[in-house]
Structure formats: C-alpha cells, structure tokens
C-alpha cells in the first residue's frame, strides 16, 4: 500500500495523460466489440464535441490544480480532516474510507446537487444531452461544470483530509470509472448485476442517462455503487429500453454544435415529463 501511495504521490503528468488516452482508447474498442448498442453514428464526428469538452476539463482542472495541493498539504500538516479523527489508524483502512468519501462529497453529492438546482442543472445538462452515450461522453462537461465539479472534489479533500496521493489516486481512478461506465459495452446482465452491487455498472449509470424523468434523477454514483443503494436513489431498468438525451432539450442537432452546447445553460428549456409508468 505505501508504494501505491508513494506513486500517487508524485504521479508524473505524461502517465495522468497515458491513464485519460489510454482508457479511452481501450473502452472505445471494447465498445465497438462488444456494443450494447449499434448506433448508426460516425464514431470520430460523434467524439468531436466530446472531445473538446474533456479538453476544457483538463485544462480546467489543471489550473487549479494548485489549490488541490495546498489543500491536501494544510490537512496533513494540521491533522485536520476525519481520517485525522479515527481513533485507529492503518494505511489500507486510510486508502479504502478516503475513496469512499471522495466518491461520496466530490462526485455523489456534487451530482445530487447539480440535479436538485436549478441553475446547476442547466449547466450539466450538457452532459445529459448527448442521445449516443458512449466512454467520449465521461467528460462531456460544460467548462462551468467542471468549476463546480471540482469545488466538491476541493470540499472532499478538506472534510476527508485527504494527503495528495489519496486525491490522484481518486481523481485516476474516478477517470477511469466514468469511462467505463459511460462506455457503450454489453456485459452480461448477471456479471453488470453483481458488480452494481459494489461499483457503479455500465447498466446502472446507464438509466441516469435516460430522457425522462424519474430515471434521470436516479443513479449519481461514480464509483461506488454504496451511495445510490444507501439514499435511496437507485433505480432499475431494462437497458433494451434505454433512449438516451434529456427531453428538455431534444434537439439532436443542436446537441451535437460546441457553440450551442456552450449557450446552452442560458436557455430556455420544455418542460421534462415522466414516463407514463410513473405519472
């Protein structure tokens, strides 16, 4: 465990690259293997504003990088934080509750939150309205979001008191989970079932990104599944019946234009519906 956290630690730059390029290259082959769906798509022109996305992301988290690290610095060297606060003290136990509660602050919460208000909602919305769900769409955030997104990541490391290599060993592993369950693969349904009981399954996440309510406010995890099960916010469904987009904005078109993906938490959007099932 000390070598893992020993890497992490000082984890050079060009292997954070290797790790985002080499998940999407691997789960873009898988998915193309073995797809759950065969979206009559052109797979490049699709990633474009995907890409440009996980670009301003990167470029965005790179920036303030630095407050990530003065943070994780201040925690340690005052012992402040709830890994400081356990009675008891082991580096396994430290790496498994740290994970644990970065998921929960720096990615359940922050998506709760982002679906319960409203002008958060209409900035992630960007990401709900891509209609071919695929592993590019993992970063498919609008520049504002990954603000957001990271002031929860910074909240976590401060509640948690996470050292620096607990916090690149999250935001890896964070990547490389979004990927896989954004990725448009086709597990079997009892092998995507048992691991939706620890992680969050490429079956799980999917239903988050159904069109219609209530499934669109359903499944916030990233990593862990524990999150979803413990609040109440899981919820199951057939993935055959899966129609990806957000039905407030369902111009396909438009959802696929970087300038009107930019523009579009500043608009105005149709009223959501519930499928019939749950009026």
Known sequence: MEWLMRYFETIPSSHRSILLV???ASFWLFESAVPLFRFQYKKWRHALPNLFFTLTTVIINFALAFLLLQTADWVTATKFGFLH????????????LGLLLLD???????????HRVKPLWMVHLVHHSDHKVDTTTANRHHPLESVIRFGFTLLGVFLVGAPIGLV????SCSLVFSQFNHANIKLPKRVDSWLSYVIVSPDM???????????????????????D???????????EQ???GVDVFPDEQ??????????????????????????
């Open 229 to 239: 099960r413990l609040f109440g916010t899981y919820m199951n469904f057939e993935r």
């Open 168 to 171: 690149m060993l999250y935001q």
């Open 85 to 96: 606060w356990l009675p008891v003290h082991a580096l396994w136990v430290d790496i498994v």
């Open 242 to 244: 899966l129609v990806y």
């Open 254 to 279: 438009k959802n696929t234009q970087i300038k009107e993906l930019l523009k579009q938490p500043f608009q105005e959007y149709q009223k959501p519906t519930l499928a019939p099932t749950d009026k």
């Open 205 to 227: 996440h999917k239903i988050h990104h159904h069109y219609r309510l209530p499934y669109t406010d359903a499944n916030y995890g990233n990593i862990f599944s524990i999150w």
């Open 104 to 114: 929960l602050i720096g990615a359940y919460t922050a998506h709760y939150v982002e």
């Open 22 to 24: 080499g998940g999407l």
